[in-house]
């Protein structure tokens, strides 16, 4: 790894002598792998029973566990059952530090690829509404499939510019949490890519594509609200002189964070100003800890926004509608035959259903890039319904009346690489299951279960 040297010269002198040593000396040290219990499915106790491998708590996120670097967890069907997240152990910290509670209105305003975004949901606990926000296309599909596998519920997912939500969730937000796109000096240890793009004049080109951001959050985030602000760059420009630059608008106060195993706080020498308050952001520093570097700042918003009358106009394109009895007629079969749960606030977009989160309508969404407006239910074909591969990841077993178990991992790897499945006593519709947890559907017939296993998410055949 050739580390820029003006990287070099700009570290050595924010962190003199003794720290920049270790700073140059980690990048080194093997990069540590990490992943986090999906409580949507399971407890902690229960994830460590079904992975053959051993695990190490991370001190600052209760459902966080350390890996071996050699280790590849990918390849466990616990993994496609959505048991847990595999994510860099520091990367866990921001959406600790938000820590919003079940029945919140919450915006992860850069969402792909997910880690933080489903860390966020486990922690709603399928209550309130999560809007997961991903501007780049490419990285919102992957964001899609990440919250599919987690089975959650309560997201609606969008690919928009930012500025273009306040016209819908004009300071509706309980909580934001803002992975803010930076200059990445905190993963050159882990991302070469982060490396060969970084240059001083990049750096200053984040911060002022950050500072806008802030001001777009702050019209979506309700008086009283909290935001949580993080990079993974070491950067004062991107961080400590970022938020004190927005601290200037007068409606914010900075929170404390306390997370434990981590006591590199913020830098008010930093700043021009030296803001005191500084001191109570976070620092996640890699020759402290094990991961990578990080930067954390939690802000409450203490007063509305001045009223703003240059909000976005949109388009109302009108595509999703509410779901009539007429419309629901195919579901509504398939719903009596098959499941044992009901889903409440059902929409359509042409032929797919959705089941929206709790309190959302249509016309909160009309006229922005949805990806998925809810719980994606199925598709309807002609003269019947066909259930969704994200339906199967949000069920429980108990919740569908044809389920197939699979207790060995060669069985379920032969479902995971869409091959059928033999010896079946059932028919129609079947749940097949990793022991007690969903991996896809299958229609059961003469014996056997026809795999509908997503083609695009199969393991290679050997």
């Known amino acids: 790894m050739e580390i820029p040297q003006a990287f070099k010269d700009k570290m050595q ?22 992943i986090r219990c999906n409580t949507l499915k399971c407890d902690t106790d229960t994830m460590r029973a079904q992975t053959p491998f051993e695990t190490e708590p991370v001190d600052w996120c209760p459902t966080g566990f350390y890996i071996d670097s050699e280790v590849r967890p990918g390849k466990n069907p616990a993994y496609y059952a959505g048991l847990y997240y595999v ?20 915006l992860d305003l850069c969402a792909a690829p997910g880690g933080k975004t489903t860390q966020l949901a486990c922690k709603l606990e399928g209550e309130g509404l999560l809007v997961a926000n991903e501007l780049v296309s490419s990285r919102a599909e992957i ?15 969008l690919n928009e510019f930012p500025e273009r939500l306040t016209a819908k969730f004009y300071e509706a937000f309980d909580k934001i949490l803002v992975d803010a796109p930076c200059s990445g ?7 070469n890519g982060a490396v060969e793009e970084w240059t001083p004049e990049r750096v200053f080109r984040c911060a002022e594509r950050q500072m806008k951001i802030l001001e777009t959050v702050d019209r979506l985030l309700k008086p009283g609200g909290v935001m949580v602000y993080s990079t993974c760059t070491f950067s004062p420009e991107e961080n400590e002189q970022v938020i004190e630059a927005f601290l200037e608008n007068g409606r914010y106060a900075i929170e404390p964070i306390e997370l434990a195993g981590l006591d590199d706080y913020g830098r008010p020498e930093w700043a021009p100003g030296k803001t005191p308050e500084l001191a109570k952001t976070l620092h996640v520093m890699p020759f402290h800890v094990r991961g990578e ?7 409450k918003k203490l007063e509305a926004c001045p009223e703003d009358t240059d909000l976005p106009r949109l388009k109302e394109k009108g595509i999703l ?16 035959e098959y499941l044992k749960v009901t889903f409440d606030n ?7 259903l959705y089941s929206l989160p709790e309190g959302t309508v249509a016309r909160d969404i009309d006229g922005l890039k949805v990806l998925r407006p809810g719980l994606h239910l199925g598709t309807f074909k002609k003269n019947r319904f066909e259930p969704s591969h994200t339906l199967a990841m949000a069920l429980k077993p108990e919740e569908f009346a044809n389920v197939y178990r699979v207790s060995d991992v060669d069985q379920a790897n032969t479902y995971l690489k869409g091959e059928p499945l033999t010896g079946v006593e059932l028919k129609g519709w079947t749940l097949v299951c990793f022991k007690d947890w969903p991996l896809g559907f299958g229609k059961a017939s003469q014996g056997m279960i026809k795999n509908h296993f997503p083609k695009g998410l199969r393991i290679m055949k050997k």
């Open 346 to 352: 059902l929409h359509r977009v042409g032929d797919q």
């Open 13 to 34: 002198g924010l962190l003199g002598p003794e720290e920049y040593h270790k700073l140059m000396a980690s990048y080194e040290a093997p990069v540590n792998k990490g």
């Open 321 to 336: 509608k509410r779901a009539g009895k007429k419309d629901l007629a195919d579901y509504e079969a398939f719903a009596r």
């Open 87 to 106: 994510q860099e152990p520091t990367a866990m910290t921001s959406a600790e530090a938000l820590s919003p509670e079940p029945g919140d209105w919450v």
């Open 293 to 299: 570097g990080h930067y954390i700042a939690r802000l």
């Open 185 to 191: 000096e905190g993963m050159f240890r882990k991302d």
């Open 143 to 157: 964001l899609v499939s990440n919250l599919e596998r987690m089975g959650v519920k309560n997201a609606v997912i």
